[in-house]
């Protein structure tokens, strides 16, 4: 949410790099997000305007709906948005809870690693198939593919989120709790 | 039988260790599924549940109205709404929280989600609150009450996911909220005036404006009406779907953002990440809680649940009343989307097989959804002002709350008491 | 005793459910003599397209499901589908099994599963809000919903605008004037309730399109199935599932008829002569690219096509 304080935290002192692909995914969820709000517009209004709905319209949302999931992933991940009751781990010293966040966002990861690997595996099956999107006859693999790759991703983000809770721990660097409040 | 009660126990435990609902999801359902049907089979389900819902129309209108509620954000207009509701109620006893609750619900027609909706106005009213010598508690708690509101007055990202599980049709859904949702403004204000009346010290009184100051502030609210006749008018008259009345929305929202030149490159670019990151967020809670209910009900939870409700006999309210229960305990400690999306797929077949309307029956949730939001320990709208206003003691808002959630309770006893609040608009539809 | 675990996507008072699949499962229990035993999952495990996986990767060990919502995946029985063949679905399904049988399952579509039965619905119309269906010119530029599979070649032979929505929102759709119209059997439009928005109905002899369905059956767990269980399982499916799929969805499509005339809102046009032709003149093309995507699959199209029309004379005339 805007304007909530910015963690800070073990996340300051990231690789320009690491901000560069950040910034590279955010740009394509720019992209997408604007394209599925005027899909939407353009369609409704070539409907009753021009009697003429943008053809697939349907299908390019759906697609552009699932890549915009599957790339906020590492986003997210990144920012250590994921949902989580801190009930408990708000109690803990700042070393314990570096700790515990590293520990979480390692089995984290390892969800998310065996999610891409079963994308993949389906996607392949799919693409077994033959199948295709209704309308517009895309390929349904390729599409798959995709999330997987964007899912790998968000183990990496994990990693090296895990990384920067161990290296806190090491310094007993204070740290807000993992996990933030995010809206419903 | 044994099966799922394990599971959700399980669930519930490494969700209290403070792993991530998603994760938690995924992974005891995961597990819970290799359980009833083996190995193979439950890795290419994991596969097909992430696949397929993410490739899912019906659910695009998550993320665009969650950019069309930072949209209106970003364009002010929460200010406009305060601004009009203060310049009416000021001047009453315990006005500036009544303008509040009011400001709350008028942007809560315009942004699906509570927690924004708490968060925008904590910024706009909190000020003037503060200025007139309101009290920490009521002050926050109207403020954490009246942002539960977003999630009931349409649009709505809670109603529109309960649509989607349970197959019934979102426009009718929202026009289902509007007359609950006015009448929670309603409950709030009292419980604002009950507050006072108990603890009379809480405000001091402001001057009264003159009524060309009223009306000139009125018109700041020209902006949200527009927006919400548009979205709310385009599916009550069919002229669009619910799904793209989101992306209407979205676009209309962008453009007043535009036109009131609120946008630049930089917050352009911020409105839209931070749009796609809840997306994802809650697209991950969401595939892991379906993957969660597959396995409940693989693990054969609908049928046992079923033949305990028919071995009680029990009557359809008694059986609601068992069902609210359930919530405000879940609600004490889990957060709002996964605890629908958990309790629905559940609850629902039992409570269409005892002839509750399905419509009727997602506005009940969505109102005990609301109470869970703003009950210790874990109230993500009381979290929100907590993050907003760090200095109060968290321990005071929840005492602030304490009169609201007591309307919360007699508004859902209204709702299943007369069930037309709910069924009257849709009817007309 | 062996349990299968029988996945459905419908309402429960559907009656492709409650009349098809309900019933076929007593009838396997009663063949086996209770040696097999069905278990019908309560909830859905996943949206409709799903379900031809379910059986093939365990997730549960029976499904059904219509060939055309996974495009790109079964070709070929887009056959069954086309215009004017489905007078009654009760002649159409027994023959479609025969033939599918008999020259298209060695194609293998349904690899990895071992498939029970196809049918398919009742004689697919067109049905229209506001829209004068009596030629071909009137009916051009309607936005129309359709369904996957042949329905969209005749939508494309027709020139409609077609609307893609989910087949829950139909009712959406047409009330508000989203879409002028749809393509629907009889059966779904009033079970859609969509007969009160609705003013004209186009019904063409033989129908416009259909829709082919199958039933399926995971491979490991018929395979493990003894011979007598596995017979048993045979003789209430194939051509006697088709039969019995074929009179309910007959016995639907004459209700809903009746409704619709009973309640006089819906002018149902019979095209003339004239009218016919040309529809069949603007479908020809899409009927012949079905047979040459047959024929690119190693069988004959046209001689496929000739077979199952003779099979449907066959199975009207009481074999
Ligand atoms: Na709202
Ligand atoms: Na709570």
Redesign the interface.
Known sequence: ?????DPGGPHAGRSRALRAAEFVL??M??V???A??????I??FGR?LLSRPLPGA??I??????M??????P??CL?E?????????ERFRPRLRNV?AAI?SL??AG?LL??AW??????L??ASYGDVTIFLRMPKGP??YT?AGF?LLGALALLVVAREHIAAARSAQTVPP??G???? | MIDWITGIVVLLAV?????????AM??VA?VGIIAE??M?????????????N???????VM??F??MG?FV??AGLADDMYAAANAWLRHYRGGLAMATIVACGGFSSVCG????TA?TMA?VSMPSMHRYGYTEALATGSIAAGGTLG?LIPPS??LVLYGVIT?Q?I?KLFLAGIIPGLVGVLGYLIAVRLSLLLRPDQARHADPLPLIERIKATRGVAGILALFSCVMGGIY????????A???G??GA?LIALVRRRLSLRT??????????????????LFGALLF??FV??A?M??DL?SWITALGAHPTAVLLVILMIYLLLGA??????MMLLTV?VFF?VIVSLGVDPIWFGIFVVVAIEIS?ITP??G?NV??LK??VPEVPTGTIFRGVVPFIAMDIVRIMLLIALPWMALVLPATM | QTTL?VANWLPPQHPLFAEIIVPWTKQVEEATQGRVVMQI???P???P??HF??AV???ADVTFGVHNYTPGRFEVTELAEMSFLCEKSAYLSPAWWRIHSQYLEKLDEHRGAKLLGVWTHGPGQLWTRGRDVTSLDKIKGAKIRIGGGFAQSVANALELVPI???V??A???L????ADGIQFPPESVTAFKIDEVLDQGLIVPGGLYTASMFLVMNQAKWDALPKEDQDAILSVSGEALAKMAGEVWDRADAAAIALIKQKGRITLHEPTPGELDAIKAAIKPYQEQVLAKITAKGVNGQEVYDALVAEIAKVKAGN
């Open positions: 949410m805007s304007g909530l304080p955010g740009l969820i720019v997408l997000l604007m599925m709000m005027l899909v939407t517009t369609d409704v009753y349907f299908e949302t759906e697609i552009m709906l699932a915009t999931i599957f790339i906020g992933l986003l997210v920012k948005e994921h949902v989580a009751v801190t009930l408990l781990t515990h979480v089995a984290c969800v065996v999610i079963r994308l993949v595996r389906h996607s099956q799919l599409i798959g999330m899912t993992a996990g409040i995010r809206d419903d | 969700i209290a260790a403070g792993v991530p609902i998603a994760f995924t992974a995961l049907i083996g193979s089979p439950a890795l290419s389900m994991l596969g097909q549940v992430f696949y397929d993410g490739m899912s129309y019906t659910l695009s993320p665009l969650v950019l930072n954000l970003e989600s509570s927690l924004a968060a910024r999630i990202i809670v197959q049709d426009g008259l069919g002229i669009f779907t619910a799904t793209e989101a992306g209407i979205a676009f962008f352009l670019y911020e409105v839209l990440v931070e749009t796609g990151r809840m997306t994802a967020m809650l697209f991950f809670i209910s597959n009900n693989l054969g609908p049928g079923r400690v889990l957060e709002s989307i996964s797929p077949p939001l320990p874990v993500l979290f929100v993050s907003i | 675990r999952l309560d909830a495990l996943g949206p397209p799903a996986d379910f990767n365990g997730v893609q929505a989910p829950t929102k009712y959406e759709i009330s508000g004037g989203v």
